[in-house]
């Protein structure tokens, strides 16, 4: 791997908190694929910084020039010195780029409204929860005053002589 390959996957190594991130999973299957996706991970690192990330021995003509012969040796030489390694230039993400972008200001975006509706729903059951403490010496009245809608609908019952049969 190249130098400034390797320097990114360094960064990108140092910026995952794998302890952090197993804190957040709740459940037993979540865990199990997180640390599958971690053992991958240091799998993949482990074969980029063995494999990869070091360069070639050089090559010793000169003990190849005994062995075999000079000529036959600089035709490799010249073949060898002849190669030319393309540079990767990535194709792929910037057409993936915009779309993961607009996909993560999507989960932003979700992950906002869920806050919003689980703090409405918190409220929402603290309200059930202290309305049941008080049910048992809560008068109609009390109870109307809470919900006025019901009494409003109770009302129109009553005026409509529906007693509910």
Excluded at 24 to 42: C, G, K, M, Q, T
Excluded at 118 to 141: C, G, V, Y
Aim: glycine share 4%.
């Amino acid at each position: 791997m190249s130098g400034s390959g390797k320097k990114i996957v360094e960064k990108a190594a140092k910026t995952i908190d794998w302890d952090g991130m197993s804190k957040l999973l709740i459940s037993d299957s979540a865990r199990r694929e997180f640390f599958n996706l971690r053992r991958a991970y240091e799998e993949v690192k482990r074969t980029l910084d063995t494999k990869f990330s070091q360069e070639p021995q050089p090559i010793d003509w000169e003990y190849y020039r005994k062995g075999i012969g000079s000529r036959l040796v600089d035709m490799y030489k010249e073949a060898y010195e002849g190669v030319q390694i393309p540079k990767y230039v990535d194709k792929v993400t910037p057409e993936y780029k915009p779309k993961f972008d607009a996909l993560l200001k999507e989960a932003k975006e979700a992950e906002q409204k869920s806050l919003q509706e689980s703090e409405r729903l918190e409220k929402e059951i603290a309200k059930i929860q202290e309305l049941k403490k008080k049910i048992t010496t809560m008068t109609a009245d009390e109870y109307f005053a809470e919900y006025p809608e019901l009494k409003a609908r109770f009302d129109e019952e009553m005026k409509n002589d529906n007693w509910g049969y």
